[in-house]
């Protein structure tokens, strides 16, 4: 398994101005400009979905999401993995190597669970980093395990969260994480990253400010104006 950066995107892109795109006129003055329209996104998880299914090449394994920012990735991750499975299958068995996979057999394979972490304030991290559900995850216990995760900033709630599940003796832990921001102090890296960012705060595609933006289709960069009027 090799990892990849996944796309970077370098800290001089200008990025695509709001209209161009199909964006509420109540947000316009929250966002900054466009990072990385939602179709992009899309594309790039199907090549995820794809090396993670070539990498377990159909060993069992679980999928932990971490809620709330992942659970819009999570979803379009297993749609595509379970997709392929069914794919392959179904070309295998055309070429009367094997059975045709139903639903069933595809849901069986992989077992989900959720969490939840809260660590940020407004754009920051702060410092503190909430782990809840971590004491229903008894199902992980010696399982391969594959983490789902929205975006990693300074690593610290992923290196914490790899650190309390160390209590499961899981057989394999592997991290996919949609969004790598090019943090300095950042030492943790993922097995798949979808984009490799600048250091900037995004929104969108299920990533939040203070609970607000999360149903923004695009991936933005939030304006000086709506950090300040989101502010607690
Ligand atoms: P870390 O612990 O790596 O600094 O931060 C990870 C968590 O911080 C993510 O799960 C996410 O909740 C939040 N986070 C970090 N950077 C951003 C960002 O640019 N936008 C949003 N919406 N959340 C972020």
């Given at each position: 398994?090799?990892?990849?950066?996944?796309?970077?995107?370098?800290?001089?892109?200008?990025?695509?101005?709001?209209?161009?795109?199909?964006?509420?006129?109540?947000?316009?003055?929250?966002?900054?400009?466009?990072?990385?329209?939602?179709?992009?996104?899309?594309?790039?998880?199907?090549?995820?979905?794809?090396?993670?299914?070539?990498?377990?090449?159909?060993?069992?394994?679980?999928?932990?999401?971490?809620?709330?920012?992942?659970?819009?990735?999570?979803?379009?991750?297993?749609?595509?993995?379970?997709?392929?499975?069914?794919?392959?299958?179904?070309a295998a068995a055309a070429n009367g190597k094997a059975k045709i996979a139903d639903e069933d057999?595809?849901?069986?394979?992989?077992?989900?669970?959720?969490?939840?972490?809260?660590?940020?304030?407004?754009?920051?991290?702060?410092?503190?980093?909430?782990?809840?559900?971590?004491?229903?995850?008894?199902?992980?216990?010696?399982?391969?395990?594959?983490?789902?995760?929205?975006?990693?900033?300074?690593?610290?709630?992923?290196?914490?969260?790899?650190?309390?599940?160390?209590?499961?003796?899981?057989?394999?832990?592997?991290?996919?994480?949609?969004?790598?921001?090019?943090?300095?102090?950042?030492?943790?890296?993922?097995?798949?990253?979808?984009?490799?960012?600048?250091?900037?705060?995004?929104?969108?595609?299920?990533?939040?400010?203070?609970?607000?933006?999360?149903?923004?289709?695009?991936?933005?960069?939030?304006?000086?104006?709506?950090?300040?009027?989101?502010?607690?």
């Amino acid at each position: 398994m090799a990892r990849s950066k996944g796309i970077v995107i370098e800290d001089d892109f200008k990025g695509y101005p709001v209209d161009s795109f199909c964006i509420a006129n109540s947000l316009k003055h929250d966002i900054d400009h466009v990072l990385i329209p939602g179709g992009l996104v899309d594309d790039r998880i199907e090549r995820l979905a794809c090396d993670i299914a070539n990498d377990y090449s159909r060993e069992p394994f679980s999928v932990l999401c971490v809620l709330k920012g992942g659970h819009q990735f999570f979803n379009s991750l297993l749609t595509k993995i379970r997709q392929y499975y069914r794919y392959s299958s179904f070309a295998a068995a055309a070429n009367g190597k094997a059975k045709i996979a139903d639903e069933d057999e595809c849901n069986h394979h992989i077992h989900e669970e959720f969490i939840r972490i809260k660590s940020y304030e407004d754009d920051a991290s702060s410092g503190k980093v909430q782990i809840l559900g971590i004491e229903n995850l008894d199902s992980l216990r010696g399982k391969n395990v594959l983490i789902v995760e929205d975006i990693i900033d300074t690593g610290k709630t992923m290196s914490q969260l790899m650190q309390t599940l160390q209590d499961y003796e899981l057989k394999c832990c592997r991290v996919a994480a949609l969004f790598l921001k090019r943090n300095p102090v950042n030492e943790f890296i993922p097995d798949y990253v979808g984009f490799e960012i600048p250091d900037k705060f995004i929104i969108g595609c299920s990533l939040d400010y203070n609970e607000y933006f999360r149903g923004l289709n695009h991936v933005c960069v939030i304006s000086e104006h709506a950090k300040r009027k989101y502010s607690t």
